[in-house]
């Protein structure tokens, strides 16, 4: 089945690698840790109001420079730990690394009182407590500084691997897909504080579906496409097809990350500064709903969602990138954004249904017709 599916080596290491592998996890999470503990951090409010105080709660920043230490790290083999590592050991780490999310888990869940929510194994999955500090460090925040690292590290590494196998012969799909990454990932730390306007921080709780969604998933099996990609060589594409490739593919994968990084910093820029134009052009119309408002111009009047689609083309890039249209590794990540993103949205209207009221939310959906995709869909 292994050999079938294409993946059998990431399945040759040693006994004692195997092992390694395993706590791979384990050190970088510790790593992590101490590296946000004791790095320089700019301390700032959010948009979550901390009970105790009635104020909005703060939080220290520094996962740029987190990963700017991490990726040097890495790329200089300053530990000792050869580039292609974390790829190689891909499978073992998701083991490992998933035993230690059950255990922060299981930490989290049972240090929190009951609350509302009495059905334990509902608990574990979900979380009580929305917000968890542990000597100073936001609990949310360090999964988003590990998971986003970790995905660009590990999306390198594949590349780093790939180019052992193959050399001269290497695809530069594989290359673009890891530039890709390191790209997105450094953009979300360079606007890190954006994140703490967003659903996750706002309105989840700490459980097992955070905890190994931020880890594990985020951090390990984002880099899927590349389980099956990193053993395949360059696809031999010649003429102006490969131009078009190799400059189209970019090209989608930014024109993508636009329209989610506009949305998202749009939608910032709104909950801060209500009155603010939004890049000194577009003016903040919307929607008032008692002390609420929703937002309904610029990205936000096109559609509902509309930065779920920035995802889906950005997810669409990646299984182009490869040049392998016919391989079904190549489309995994794609697959699992737009079934992740078209369920979420579907929550999120229900959501927002409850926040801003029925009637509000009709007349929003009656002004912005579509969901995600204008004119479809």
């Not at 306007?197 to 594990?216: A, P, Q, R, V």
């Not at 959501?351 to 801003?356: G, H, P, T």
Request: overall charge neutral.
């Amino acid at each position: 089945m292994i050999e079938w599916l294409g993946i059998d080596h990431l399945f040759e290491l040693s006994g004692s690698e195997a092992i390694a592998g395993f706590l791979t996890p384990l050190v970088v999470f510790a790593v992590f840790f101490l590296l946000q503990l004791i790095l320089p951090a700019r301390k700032v409010p959010g948009y979550v109001t901390d009970p105790a105080t009635g104020e909005p709660r703060r939080y220290r920043l520094n996962g740029l420079l987190v990963y700017a230490v991490v990726l040097i790290v890495w790329a200089f083999e300053l530990t000792g730990m050869e580039r292609a590592w974390f790829y190689r050991s891909s499978v073992y780490a998701v083991a490992g690394g998933t035993v230690l999310a059950i255990i922060f888990t299981l930490a989290v869940v049972f240090s929190q009182p009951k609350g509302e929510n009495e059905n334990t194994w509902l608990a574990l999955w979900e979380g009580r407590a929305r917000e968890v500090s542990f000597l100073g460090v936001d609990v949310k925040m360090y999964l988003y500084v590990v998971g986003g690292a970790m995905f660009a590290l590990n999306a390198l590494s594949g590349a780093a691997y790939h180019y052992e196998l193959f050399g001269a012969d290497s695809n530069p799909g594989v290359f673009l897909y890891a530039a890709f990454f390191a790209f997105y990932i450094m953009d979300y730390f360079i606007f890190e504080r954006v994140q703490l306007y967003t659903y996750d921080l706002i309105h989840e709780n700490l459980g097992f579906k955070l905890m190994w969604g931020g880890l594990i998933v985020y951090g390990w099996l984002y880099i899927l496409p590349l389980w099956g990609m990193a053993v395949h060589p360059d696809p031999g594409f010649s003429g102006p097809f490969r131009y078009v490739w190799l400059i189209g593919t970019p090209v989608l994968f930014l024109g993508g990350w636009a329209i989610g990084r506009g949305a998202n910093l749009q939608k910032y820029t709104f909950k801060r500064w209500p009155d603010r134009k939004f890049l000194g052009l577009i003016d903040p119309v919307h929607i008032e709903a008692g002390d609420r408002k929703i937002l309904c111009s610029g990205f936000w009047g096109v559609a509902r969602h509309f930065n779920y689609l920035g995802e889906g083309f950005l997810a669409l890039s990646i299984s182009l990138v490869f040049g392998y249209v016919g391989n079904l590794w190549a489309w995994t990540y794609f697959i699992f954004i737009v079934s992740f993103f078209t369920t979420r949205q579907i929550y999120d209207e229900r959501f927002c249904a409850e926040k801003y009221g029925p009637e509000k939310w009709a007349e929003y959906q009656e002004r912005v017709k579509y969901r995600i995709f204008p004119g479809i869909y």
